[in-house]
């Protein structure tokens, strides 16, 4: 089955880890974003990769890294210098000319 | 700064109502307007709208574009409990102008509908 594959489903840090989420998708699929969300907000941009071995910053991209070295992996390295990870963290790829499909999310708390 | 913006950010209305929810934008190079329902973790699509002013329409769902004053409408007839959710509006802008060119998503903040039996 074709589709977007986040994992782990829940993540826990201890504060000054960094720590990697992964995001999979063997639909094809040039495009792949990383969103946060926050409880009873929408969406914000984090990262987005269009091509292998390129990446664009979005909206909050403080304390957040990535890499795409294959089409199919967009992981998200969320370091210690981000200070409020904790959060709800929702990866998408889509081919820029239908809807983004998005994985199941990744529930990542500080503790 | 691309901008995306929903109203109202919540709402709670009786079974059988109808609702409207509305987006604006304010994005470069606009390529297609997207709703999103979100019940728990993954949003599901609803509608990618592309054209000005050619409803497009799903069960007691309905979506319409306005690219001259840059806004959609969602609109829900008949609402059902299982109608409760939030509803994202995303904007896919380009940011290489090129045809083909590369383009990124961005979302509102979402409305959290509630609907009471």
């Known amino acids: 089955d074709g589709g977007i594959t986040q994992s782990p489903k829940y993540l826990f840090r201890k504060e000054g880890q960094n720590v990697t989420l992964s995001c999979e998708q063997n639909?094809?699929?040039?495009?792949m974003y990383w969103y946060r969300q926050d409880p009873g907000q929408g969406l914000r941009l984090i990262y987005y990769?269009?091509?292998?071995?390129?990446?664009q910053k979005g909206d909050i991209a403080e304390g957040y890294s990535v890499s795409r070295e294959k089409k199919e992996s967009f992981p998200l390295t969320v370091t210690s210098a981000q200070k409020n990870p904790t959060a709800f963290y929702l990866c998408?790829?889509?081919?820029?000319?239908?809807?983004?499909?998005f994985g199941q999310g990744t529930r990542l708390t500080v503790v | 700064e691309d901008k995306v913006v929903q109203s109202p950010l919540s709402l709670v209305v009786h079974e059988g109502d109808t609702v409207t929810l509305n987006c604006s934008y304010e994005?470069?190079?606009?390529?297609?307007l997207l709703w999103y329902k979100q019940e728990k973790k993954a949003p599901t699509f609803l509608f990618m709208l592309?054209?000005?002013?050619i409803e497009k329409k799903s069960g007691r769902l309905s979506s319409i574009l306005d690219k001259k004053e840059l806004f959609s409408i969602l609109n829900i007839t008949a609402t059902q409990t299982g109608d409760s959710a939030i509803y994202l509006c995303?904007?896919?802008?380009?940011?290489?102008?090129?045809?083909?060119?590369?383009?990124?998503?961005?979302f509102g903040k979402g409305m959290k509908l509630t609907v009471n039996p």
């Open positions: 998408a790829s889509a081919t820029g000319y239908t809807e983004a499909f």
């Open positions: 639909l094809n699929h040039d495009a």
């Open positions: 990769s269009q091509i292998v071995n390129d990446f």
């Open positions: 994005v470069t190079n606009f390529r297609s």
């Open positions: 592309t054209s000005s002013g």
């Open positions: 995303a904007v896919a802008a380009s940011y290489n102008p090129l045809p083909g060119g590369s383009e990124k998503l961005v």
